[in-house]
């Protein structure tokens, strides 16, 4: 089976996770500048094999969408255009930086790291995959 990679999109970082190759488990892969988020995943895929993308759906508490989903819908059509065999999927993205962070306090993490911006987005990457898997 191939990876399923999931996206915590950014307008500055991209948080990056990823599936074993069973699709069981969600694993934080790495946090990269958004500006340099095409070209790593265009160098991933030539190394991995990746079934689909999962990309983070922010979304207000009424529903509506937020005001991050416009850069997001034109990160898309760019993701849509260099990788048109893959499919893309959308996970609801409520809630996992907030919980990323309360994952990293309940580890015992210390102050320092907790600050690191780029952890966040890889654990809140992990946990819009796992929520995405969690549906099947």
């Not at 958004?34 to 689909?52: A, C, G, M, P, S």
């Not at 983070?56 to 819908?73: C, R």
């Not at 962070?101 to 819009?128: C, H, N, P, W, Y």
């Amino acid at each position: 089976m191939a990876r399923i990679l999931a996206l915590d999109f950014g307008k500055v970082r991209t948080g990056i996770a990823v599936t074993d190759e069973l699709q069981l488990i969600a694993s934080g892969l790495k946090t990269i500048e958004t500006k340099d988020l095409l070209t790593f995943l265009e160098e991933y895929t030539q190394k991995e094999q990746v079934e689909r993308f999962v990309v983070g759906l922010p979304k207000q508490m009424d529903n509506t969408a937020s005001e991050s989903e416009v850069l997001i819908q034109d990160f898309l059509k760019k993701l849509t255009a260099k990788f048109p065999s893959i499919p893309m999927e959308r996970q609801d993205e409520r809630f996992t930086s907030k919980m990323a962070f309360q994952s990293m306090l309940d580890s015992g993490m210390k102050k320092k790291k907790r600050r690191d911006k780029a952890l966040v987005d890889e654990i809140s990457a992990t946990l819009i995959l796992q929520a995405y898997l969690n549906r099947f």
